[in-house]
């Protein structure tokens, strides 16, 4: 069983800098792509990022290009998404999740296998 916990969400001003976390046990971490998601009150879970199990390919949504950036530590077992320059509109509930391969289907949550519990961040206008 792999768990996925998430760590780093927070209040921040708009124009700000957050640092999300997602620690991963249970299996090998480098076996596992990464993604993050997010979720906003109403809204369906959207996708943010993804990352490849070396981190050399990397994927964003055309919402966070640019500012934020997805990356890992397989000695660490760590997935990370720094979030830059803030938007009231990039608030939400953020969510990692793992899956086997970086298919076609990186932006759908049904390619992710294991999901951690979100992490709320709240941009402030």
């Known amino acids: 069983q792999v768990q996925l916990v998430e760590s780093g969400g927070g209040l921040v001003q708009a124009g700000g800098s957050l640092r999300l976390s997602c620690a991963v046990s249970?299996?090998?971490?480098?076996?596992?792509?990464m993604g993050w998601f997010r979720q906003a009150p109403g809204k369906e879970r959207e996708f943010v990022a993804a990352i490849s199990r070396n981190g050399v390919i990397t994927y964003y949504a055309d919402s966070v290009k640019g500012r934020f950036t997805i990356s890992r530590d397989n000695a660490k077992n760590t997935v990370y998404l720094q979030m830059n320059s803030l938007k009231p509109e990039d608030t939400a509930v953020y969510y990692c999740?793992?899956?086997?391969?970086?298919?076609?289907?990186?932006?759908?949550?049904?390619?992710?296998?294991?999901w951690g519990q979100g992490t709320q961040v709240t941009v402030s206008s």
């Open positions: 999740a793992a899956c086997a391969s970086l298919t076609s289907s990186y932006t759908m949550t049904r390619a992710y296998n294991y």
């Open positions: 249970g299996r090998t971490f480098s076996s596992y792509c």
